[in-house]
């Protein structure tokens, strides 16, 4: 069965980017525009991970992560926070507040396919099968 991936942000492009990288993984993907369709979309179809923007409209990613923690269903869903705030008092307020991994944009593909697998627990290609 696939892996379900949430991917949370309000720029189109940037939603397009990561659907086609993470369906080329083999992941299924569901796509929220801010905060609260994120927690609503979780709430309807639970995804094995959540990427989350955190500048959007409506709730940010540092609010609509600190919900995600308090509710005991959602507690332990891996996050990966991908933004473009790379000041220290963010970073540092994303793994305060829960996050399970913090990537920056523009954030590499191969990084940001690496960090999916490994919190996805999906093999590489080298590690796919045996020649």
Do not use: H, N
Request: with cysteine.
């Amino acid at each position: 069965m696939a892996k379900r991936v949430l991917v949370v942000d309000d720029d189109p492009p940037i939603v397009r980017l990561l659907r086609k990288c993470l369906e080329q993984q083999g992941v299924e993907v569901a796509t929220a525009c801010d905060g609260a369709a994120c927690l609503l979309a979780i709430e309807s179809q639970r995804p094995d991970l959540v990427i989350l923007d955190v500048m959007m409209p409506v709730m940010d990613g540092f609010q609509a992560l600190r919900v995600l923690r308090e509710k005991p269903e959602t507690r332990d869903l891996p996050v990966i926070l991908l933004t473009a705030r790379k000041e220290d008092i963010d970073v540092a307020r994303g793994w305060s507040t829960g996050a399970d991994f913090y990537l920056t944009k523009p954030v590499a593909l191969d990084e940001f396919v690496l960090v999916v697998r490994r919190i996805l627990q999906i093999p590489g290609p080298q590690e796919a099968g045996t020649a």
